[in-house]
């Protein structure tokens, strides 16, 4: 079916950049949304970016005017711009499909995660 695959993560100073991506295969019947969440350690996963089929996106007020979310149609890759990185964005980052099956029941699609570590 669809398999998401993250990619870009690692070791960062603070205020360091990061760019990470996620490649996805298979087919999708419908997709609603794209996005990227993360989860502290320790902490519950929380949504950090969507972008809406249509455009349009959202960001968590902690990564506001340091995020920025993307996707480039032709290579079926979504990607998270990560700038002036914080310890706190220290997480496991996922990225996130949301659609309808066939049967038009709603399902979310995962990547394995990748993780960024904001330390000196």
């Known amino acids: 079916q669809v398999q998401l695959v993250e990619s870009g993560g690692g070791l960062v100073q603070p205020g360091g950049s990061l760019r990470l991506s996620c490649a996805a295969s298979?087919?999708?019947?419908?997709?609603?949304?794209r996005a990227w969440y993360r989860q502290p350690p320790g902490k519950a996963r929380e949504l950090v970016a969507v972008?809406?089929?249509?455009?349009?996106?959202n960001y968590a007020d902690s990564v506001k005017g340091r995020f920025a979310i993307s996707r480039r149609n032709a290579e079926n890759t979504m990607y998270l711009q990560m700038n002036s990185l914080k310890p706190e964005d220290t997480a496991v980052y996922y990225c996130?499909?949301?659609?309808?099956?066939?049967?038009?029941?709603?399902?979310?699609?995962w990547g394995q995660g990748t993780q960024v570590t904001v330390s000196s």
């Open positions: 298979g087919s999708i019947f419908s997709v609603n949304s």
């Open positions: 996130n499909l949301n659609g309808r099956t066939w049967l038009d029941k709603p399902v979310d699609y």
């Open positions: 972008i809406a089929n249509g455009g349009s996106t």
